[in-house]
């Protein structure tokens, strides 16, 4: 699975200067002096705006059905299948820039997992609305409760390969930056992706096992 993945001011400057999209005010607004980003927590998502490529803020996780939990990973051998997440996956699908992200082996070790390629991950995902309940501070300006509809991410693991599968059994779906695009704009050829991943990474155990 992804449970945590981190960036880093360097992470962003590529991304920019790879992509094309400027995101840095966006993690300005972001940083709450961490580079993890966790679930339930808002993250920068790249996804397609009619003909063009977009950033945004969104947060990390569906509502589990009974409402108890998210489900932040979606398997991609079988999103397309679920109905969960069939309808993001043919139509809203989005990439999740990252420096790296983190894996626990059975021993609960920590592990950090980057590219040996390019400075940047770029993690398949896919998005949906759901309905959010206004905030506290929403509920005391309007005097009234209600809800709002919110955009959400899942992130796609796949089988794990190579190095990572030392660690763990899942990783995530891994793009090319060569790929993002295609995987963002070309509807037929979503299934192509799947469940493929990148697969060249290092890894090395962190001091903190957390």
Same mark, same amino acid.
């Given at each position: 699975?992804?449970?945590?993945?981190?960036?880093?001011?360097?992470?962003?400057?590529?991304? $920019?200067?790879?992509?094309?999209?400027?995101?840095?005010?966006?993690?300005?607004?972001?940083?709450?002096?961490?580079?993890? @980003?966790?679930?339930?927590?808002?993250? @920068?998502?790249?996804?397609? $705006?009619?003909?063009?490529?977009?950033?945004?803020?969104?947060?990390?996780?569906? *509502?589990?059905?009974?409402?108890?939990?998210?489900?932040?990973?979606?398997?991609?051998?079988?999103?397309?299948?679920?109905?969960?997440?069939?309808?993001?996956?043919?139509?809203?699908?989005?990439?999740? *820039?990252?420096?790296?992200?983190?894996?626990?082996?059975?021993?609960?070790?920590?592990?950090?997992?980057?590219?040996?390629?390019? *400075?940047?991950?770029?993690?398949?995902?896919?998005?949906?609305?759901?309905?959010?309940?206004?905030?506290?501070?929403?509920?005391?300006?309007?005097?009234?409760?209600?809800?709002?509809?919110?955009?959400?991410?899942?992130?796609?693991?796949?089988?794990?390969?190579?190095?990572?599968?030392?660690?763990?059994?899942?990783?995530?779906?891994?793009?090319?930056?060569?790929?993002?695009?295609?995987?963002?704009?070309?509807? $037929?050829?979503?299934?192509?992706?799947?469940?493929?991943?990148?697969?060249?990474?290092?890894?090395?155990?962190?001091?903190?096992?957390?």
């Amino acid at each position: 699975m992804c449970g945590r993945y981190y960036m880093s001011d360097d992470t962003i400057w590529e991304i $920019e200067r790879r992509i094309g999209v400027r995101i840095s005010q966006l993690w300005r607004e972001l940083r709450d002096g961490t580079r993890d @980003i966790c679930p339930s927590q808002y993250a @920068i998502i790249l996804r397609a $705006e009619k003909d063009y490529l977009n950033a945004e803020k969104m947060r990390w996780g569906f *509502p589990d059905f009974q409402g108890k939990g998210l489900l932040i990973n979606a398997r991609a051998e079988s999103a397309l299948q679920k109905k969960t997440y069939r309808d993001s996956m043919l139509n809203r699908r989005c990439v999740i *820039p990252a420096k790296g992200f983190y894996e626990w082996n059975s021993a609960k070790e920590k592990f950090v997992f980057e590219s040996t390629e390019d *400075p940047v991950l770029f993690l398949a995902g896919c998005y949906n609305w759901f309905e959010s309940e206004q905030d506290s501070s929403a509920v005391r300006s309007t005097g009234t409760a209600g809800n709002q509809r919110e955009e959400r991410f899942v992130i796609l693991t796949t089988e794990a390969r190579g190095r990572a599968a030392q660690i763990h059994e899942r990783m995530p779906l891994l793009l090319r930056a060569e790929e993002v695009r295609t995987w963002l704009f070309d509807n $037929e050829k979503t299934e192509q992706f799947l469940p493929v991943s990148y697969t060249h990474l290092r890894a090395h155990e962190t001091a903190a096992n957390l």
